[in-house]
């Protein structure tokens, strides 16, 4: 064992370094400066690497806190007035989805395209999906809701937009 240390010592590999660049050679200086070129661009690309940092703190999403003493009416007045806003966002978003299924249907026509075939097929699809959405609304309701309760609607609302 002490021999495998001997060879592997820094000492000796200090020796050796200077035992090598002392040596009578043509290509000593070229060799030197290949090496030192070699080794340094690699330590430069290295130090110019950006390590693994800590992960970013966790966004906080800060959520409104409602007074206790909130009576029902003020409870009532602030769901409908977030129901009227759903609802608002909801119609404006199907209007940019109607403006583009416009646009489609222009382009399906004007590439020879069957669009009133896929406009049909659309409109069920999309008939289908509030179908569902509805049932699913009413139950939850049904599960949630307790027997006889009355379900508090906005006065201003649509009568097909209340379940």
Known sequence: MKAFFSNVSPRRAVMDLWRVLGAPSEFRLIGFVLATMATG??????????????????????FNSWRADRSDKEIIAGNIAAARQAREEAAEE?????????MYKVVGAATGLDTDAM???GKAERDAEQRAQAAHAKALLDRYLTKGAKVITDPAAAPSATP
């Open 94 to 102: 199907e209007r940019r989805a109607a403006d583009i299924r416009h």
């Open 119 to 121: 406009d049909k097929k």
């Open 41 to 62: 661009s690699i330590f430069w690309v290295m130090v110019g690497q950006e390590g693994r940092a800590l992960p970013p703190p966790p966004k906080v999403i800060y």
